[in-house]
């Protein structure tokens, strides 16, 4: 779910193709990254793109032919800057820790003795 805004400028590290589909890897920045969820959707100049792998401070977007043919992606090269939202979900569970976790304290212990594991 996105929003329609530019929570971020990005670049375009990689372009690779992969069975058939093209691979984009985006560095985007730790704090991007912690918004994300792999197999989830981000937004790349406003089209929502499955993330197909997660780095420290990088994504990877999966592109089938058809989007590849049909958006601006084609004309895209190495280097050049994207504008990302991430998924609004991703932001508010990462808005929502932060408020209950403020100093960052969530561990297994944690996660734990809140019920969740």
């Known amino acids: 779910m996105v929003q329609g805004h530019v929570d971020q400028v990005g670049a375009i590290g990689d372009i690779v193709e992969h069975k058939g589909e093209r691979r984009l890897r985006i560095q985007c920045g730790e ?26 401070d990088s994504l990877t ?9 049909v958006t601006n ?7 050049q800057r994207v504008n ?7 932001k508010y569970v990462l808005a929502q820790m932060g408020r209950m976790f403020p100093k960052g304290d969530v561990g ?8 969740f594991l």
């Open 84 to 90: 990302l939202e991430a998924d609004v979900i991703g």
């Open 31 to 56: 704090d991007f990254v912690r918004q994300c969820v792999l197999k989830g959707s981000v937004c790349l100049d406003g089209i929502s793109l499955t993330i197909a792998a997660l780095d420290r």
């Open 61 to 69: 977007v999966a592109i089938i032919p058809h989007t590849w043919s």
């Open 73 to 79: 992606l084609a004309s895209r090269v190495q280097g």
């Open 108 to 115: 297994e212990d944690t996660l734990r003795r809140a019920g």
